[in-house]
């Protein structure tokens, strides 16, 4: 069941100057300012060293903590990350209630180191389908993280690309807009992550290439950076090397590079 969203809807957060001095090759930003990752490889990262699939979601939790840390290092003001998608119901119950319990154990392993570190922490997605203890959780997280401004860490939680859409419809059929009201602008202020600004990066880690209904709507533009690496040893250098290959990337949406050019009598 999609679960409207009721919540007031903030406009895009206004922080261009916090970007003053970033670096930049004329109006182009070499740092990206939203990050979005799918973290993927767990499993396989804990099959590799023959343990179970938790013990590499586990480790899992522990490289998004110091991700979060090294990318606000780096100047990126927003990270959100695909920790459960509503596809993931249809991975056995055991992963399923352990992914849902480690989520519990993280907040309060935590939630204090990020809070102290500027994290203000924000989850979007279907809320109705987990249960009280794990809403109160976020509830709690979300609150006690909500002036902090070094970074915006945006957990993806039974959130699916696809979801996100029809809700935000399901918001303008609710308030009855009519057809000529509705356009981009206002589905992208309604949809779950109205309070950023699109990613201009989107990274998956563990080596398939491609979206899997992650940010559907909003990485229309994203450049895409996909790695090798299993999400758990996804540290500083793959971090680097990601921001290096954005900074090369040409940004055209659509239109096209600017002509060189030609001095006078040649
Ligand atoms: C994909 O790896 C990973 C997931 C489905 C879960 C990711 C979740 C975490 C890193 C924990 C997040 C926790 C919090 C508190 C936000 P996979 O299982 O598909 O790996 P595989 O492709 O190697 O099997």
Request: aromatic content about 10%; glycine content about 8%.
């Amino acid at each position: 069941m999609i679960a409207p969203v009721n919540r007031p809807v903030p406009a895009v957060e206004e922080t261009e100057t916090s970007r003053q001095g970033a670096p930049a090759i004329g109006d182009r930003p070499l740092v990206p300012r939203h990050v979005a990752v799918v973290m993927d490889g767990n499993g396989r990262w804990a099959r590799q060293r023959f343990m179970p699939r938790f013990f590499g979601h586990k480790q899992g939790v522990d490289a998004l903590v110091r991700a979060v840390n090294a990318f606000a290092d780096r100047g990126v003001e927003y990270l959100t990350v695909f920790a459960f998608s509503s596809e993931n119901w249809k991975r056995p119950s055991e992963e399923v209630s352990g992914l849902m319990s480690l989520v519990l154990v993280a907040v309060s392993k935590y939630l204090t180191k990020l809070a102290g570190d500027g994290v203000r922490i924000r989850i979007v997605g279907d809320r109705s389908a987990v249960s009280d203890k794990l809403r109160q959780a976020w509830e709690h997280a979300e609150a006690l993280t909500e002036n902090n401004t070094r970074i915006t860490l945006a957990v993806a939680f039974n959130y699916g690309g696809r979801w996100d859409v029809v809700q935000a419809c399901r918001t303008a059929m609710a308030q009855g807009l009519r057809p000529d009201e509705l356009d981009e602008s206002w589905l992208s202020r309604h949809m779950a992550l109205s309070f950023a600004p699109d990613p201009d990066l989107f990274i998956r880690t563990g080596g398939e290439m491609r979206i899997s209904n992650f940010l559907l709507w909003q990485a229309a533009y994203s450049e895409l950076f996909f790695t090798e690496c299993l999400w758990p040893d996804f540290g500083a250098a793959e971090i680097d090397a990601a921001m290096e290959a954005y900074a090369q990337r040409d940004r055209r949406y659509g239109s096209i590079r600017p002509q060189a050019v030609v001095p006078e009598g040649t």
